[in-house]
């Protein structure tokens, strides 16, 4: 059996050579591409089925980057049938209670990746030792924790457990604010202690028989390590349920791989890591919103509940009210049934108030070939949109590019005849990433004419960014609104 070395960020070179020389193994190698927005592909190049792969990387969560690229392309092995799989990560000598407490959730961590069939190890070593004993050091195991008192479970039966108790991670602390004022009966605010580093290491609030509410998205390793910290603290200082709000759901495009491609399928892998955190007695919930992909839901274990929530339709119902006749165009042919299914129910609406014809709604799509993870072309716009007044819409924007082409096209007009072309273009998505300068070419970016694409452009706030972003151009709907009412639903507290 062939034994196959990588090496991931922040792994040492130094270690790896030792290895290399003491067992005679092969050196592998992963593609990686970073992204604009900040997300990273990967993908395999050598070949590991029927082979045991080992990978040196940096554990620990000072470096959330390194530590996720380490996870991440462990997923990716396991799931390309690697027989056996082995991390080899500088040793930790931590003995305070908060770096006790990190070593647990990262062993959780560890133990989310798929069991090849020799087996999973994670091996400590020292990397100013010349001597590495390579199978000596296990570590991986199921960590033992602390078990929630029966007690607080059994006042749950009888609607004692008081109000939920919400928490958040560092870039979502405006929706904590919002969850409260909204619901400042029913809720109660947390804090989260943490070391000098930043890192969650506990609770301000005891939230033992509590419902526990975290509001927290994926949007970098670093927020959504907190946010597993967080869910780990709390099932660990006993509460009695853990909900956690995740309204933008990181690297949600990755829902799949290309056939024979060996791709990283990262929204799998991030569905994995948060179903390794424990599960509370009344059981763990995930709120997510506006995904990419329906299917995402289904990849949650460990009897999480998903829930699937289309917030960014709610807003646009509210937009629309009053107007007689638009169109809701899609920046791609996939956003297709979406748009449909939107454009039904307006127009129920309308025809509930006796309305018909040119008062209703229809929709428009734009063609396009995505020619590589972050670049696209555009091949036509179907739909009838000449001098009329449109709204675009598309579940997310990073650079933007997407959209301006979409855009363009429907200005232009079917074959390039700007007599069919739109006049207005209101922009709508769901998450505005808007990494570097994307919201200022949206702004600036004109047609043939010169004129400006967009008159503005209305995001949710499901991403930070959006919300330091917000101005005249960009306008950002909030969602707590339609969370709290969620939340307090599936909690059943005021009811």
């Known amino acids: ?37 900040g997300e990273t592909y990967h993908r395999l190049v050598t070949r590991v089925a029927n082979s045991e792969a080992v990978v040196v990387g940096s554990g620990g969560f000072a470096n959330p980057d390194a ?16 027989l056996g799989l082995t991390l080899v990560v500088p040793e930790d000598g931590g003995k305070s209670k908060g770096a006790r407490f990190l070593k647990r959730v990262q062993s959780r961590l560890f133990s989310s990746v798929p069991v090849t069939p020799l087996g999973n190890r994670v091996v400590e070593v020292d990397p100013d030792c010349p001597s590495m004993p390579f199978y ?20 749950d039966l009888f609607g004692s457990r008081g109000n939920a108790v919400v928490f958040s991670t560092r870039s979502y ?18 804090a ?36 597993y910290l967080i869910a780990n603290a709390a099932y660990e200082a006993g509460a009695l349920s853990l909900t956690l709000v995740i309204p933008y759901f990181g690297y949600s495009t990755m829902e799949r791989g290309k056939p024979d491609a060996h791709e990283a399928v990262k929204a799998s892998y991030r569905a994995r890591l948060i179903s390794s955190i424990p599960r509370c007695p009344m059981g763990n919930r995930v709120v997510l919103c506006d995904l990419h992909s329906e299917g995402i839901p289904h990849y949650f274990g460990n ?21 007689h006749g638009g169109r809701i165009c899609t920046t791609d042919a996939g956003r297709g049934k979406w748009a449909e299914s939107l454009v039904k129910d307006i127009n129920k609406l309308l025809t509930a108030q006796g309305l018909k014809g040119d008062a209703l709604w229809s929709a428009a799509f734009a063609l396009k070939d995505r020619k590589s993870g972050s670049e696209t072309e555009l091949l036509g716009v179907l739909g ?9 819409f598309d579940d997310m924007i990073r650079r933007g590019s997407t959209a301006i082409d979409a855009a363009k096209g429907y200005r232009n007009g079917t074959a390039g005849n700007p007599e069919t072309g739109c006049k207005k273009i209101r922009f709508v998505a769901s998450h505005g990433i808007l990494p570097g ?43 707590a609104p339609l969370l709290v009412a969620h939340v307090l639903q599936s909690l059943a507290i005021g009811n």
């Not at 070391?195 to 975290?214: C, P, S, T, W, Y």
């Open 437 to 479: 300068n994307a919201l200022e070419r949206l702004r600036t970016s004109c047609d043939h004419k010169g004129e400006a694409l967009f008159s503005e452009v209305i995001v949710t706030d499901s991403h930070p960014n959006a919300v330091a972003l917000a101005g005249d151009f960009l306008k950002v709907k909030p969602i």
């Open 67 to 82: 530590l996720m690229e380490l996870y991440d392309v462990a997923n990716l092995l396991a799931d390309e049938g690697a």
């Open 173 to 190: 602390g405006y929706m904590q604010d919002q969850f409260f004022a909204l619901a400042p009966d029913k809720l109660d605010c947390g």
């Open 303 to 323: 009897g999480i509940r998903a829930t699937h929530l289309y917030c960014i339709k709610n807003i646009i119902m509210e937009m629309v009210k009053g107007v």
């Open 192 to 227: 989260v202690l943490r070391d000098e580093n930043g890192i969650a290491k506990g609770l301000g609030q005891a939230v033992e028989g509590r419902d526990v509410v975290i509001i927290g998205g994926t949007i970098d390793h670093a927020e959504t390590f907190d946010l």
């Open 136 to 155: 000596k050091s296990m570590a991986g195991k199921t960590p033992k924790t602390k078990q929630v008192a029966g007690g607080s479970a059994a006042l």
């Open 1 to 37: 059996m062939s034994k196959i070395l990588l090496v991931t960020t922040g792994g040492g070179e130094s270690i790896a050579s030792r290895l290399l020389a003491k067992s005679g193994i092969a050196r592998g190698e992963v593609f990686k591409e970073p992204f604009p927005d």
């Open 384 to 392: 009838d949109v000449a001098g009329m007044d449109i709204d675009l």
